[in-house]
């Protein structure tokens, strides 16, 4: 069994790095790939970028030259209510593209992709693991949940719109990389998940918040991330 593992920041590859023993690192295309373990499983770890194309891109190499048997996307998000708090972890069961929309072409819902679907779902074996996991968590002062995950090519500031968001697709936050990684995991038939640090809520203040945050989220979804390689 091998392990790839996406983050998308420098600080949530950090938080997943430092957990890495035996490293090696080969390079492809600009982007850096560390190869090592993690708890004795074989692991394969790379730094994406922000946004859709450079996780699309980087999760097609990840699969075509390191031959990984599932994929793990980890990384920090917004929440858009404020039934979650900074820290919390949410595990994407369902992941949606919701700034996808071709319903004015035809008879298409918004975040429907043409022959594939609204909704990719993340690995339900992965999924039961990561609930294992969350049962293992240390703390009480944040909680996990297996929920739903809003992707698109924007950083959400206004709560307004996040608040529009989650009534119209019911996601519990949003990033900028996570149902990319999925289409590309689908499409290839490869087991995934996806999780997620709050780094800020809808509060009007998510800039500040997602740049004081951000290391705080990371080191929480490294710590589900480990647990769950545990597990796999």
């Known amino acids: 069994m091998k392990i790839g593992i996406i983050a998308a920041e420098p600080e949530e590859m950090l938080a997943i790095k430092e957990k890495m023993t035996y490293a090696t690192k080969q390079e492809y295309f600009d982007l850096q790939f560390y190869e090592g373990e993690i708890n004795g499983k074989r692991c394969t770890l790379v ?11 980087t999760t097609q190499l990840l699969i075509d030259r390191f031959y990984v048997d599932c994929v793990i996307n980890v990384g920090s998000a917004g929440a858009t209510t404020d039934q979650h708090n900074v820290g919390d972890i949410i595990i994407g069961s ?13 008879d298409y819902e918004k975040g429907e992709i043409c022959g594939i679907g609204k909704y990719f779902f993340s690995n339900d074996r992965l999924i039961y693991q990561c609930e294992q996991a ?57 087991p995934f998940v996806v999780i997620r640090g709050i780094s800020d809520t809808p509060n009007g203040n998510n800039k500040v918040d997602f740049h004081t945050y951000l290391e705080l989220a990371s080191k929480r979804a490294a710590m589900i991330v480990e647990k769950l390689i545990n597990k796999i």
């Open 47 to 57: 730094e994406c970028g922000v946004g859709k194309v450079n996780a699309a891109r």
């Open 134 to 190: 969350i049962k293992e968590l240390p703390s009480e002062e944040y909680h996990a949940i297996v929920g739903s995950i809003g992707t698109a090519d924007q950083f959400c500031a206004k709560p307004e719109l996040s608040k529009k968001i989650n009534e119209e697709f019911g996601v519990d936050c949003l990033e900028m990389e996570g149902a990319a990684v999925a289409q590309v995991c689908t499409q290839c038939k490869l």
């Open 94 to 106: 369902k992941l949606v593209q919701y700034d996808f929309d071709i319903t004015d072409i035809g």
